[in-house]
């Protein structure tokens, strides 16, 4: 009989880029975005539309990884709040682009560089050369997900449902 897998959490990678990511957004906001009303979540719309300018919804929802449904939410509370502005595309009716008004470009510019002070904690101690080694291999490893949940058909782990 074939002795079990074992799996030790504490050196399994997604596990341990999660708890990463978790507490720097955990303490990003407690310490910054709480007291704007902000979550995670929107601070990536508006971090992202600071960086690439006006998008279509779909296009954030991707460049987020925040599902469409869920962004749709997010940017309706965004806009109650005076921090973007939604309109309807020039090439479709059926698009929507989302932009930051001049008040969520402002609080964007505050927010910046506190973010960035939270990145350098958390990298405190690792060379320039591992950084850009972590981040690449990150990036590589997004794409590996996004294929495979393509050939998937999202299904997760391959097989049907």
Known sequence: MKAPAKLELGDFL????NRVGMIVAEQFGNDALAEHGLSIAMWRVMAVLASRGSQRQIDLADLTSIEVSTLSRLITRLIRKG????TRSINSNREVTVKLSPKGQSLVNHLIPIALDFEAA????????????????????YGNMKKRSAATGGRGHGTSS
């Open 14 to 17: 997604p596990y341990l880029t």
């Open 122 to 141: 958390a990298i405190a101690g690792l060379s320039v050369k591992d950084i850009a080694v972590l981040k690449r291999c990150l990036r590589h490893m």
């Open 83 to 86: 921090l973007v502005t939604r």
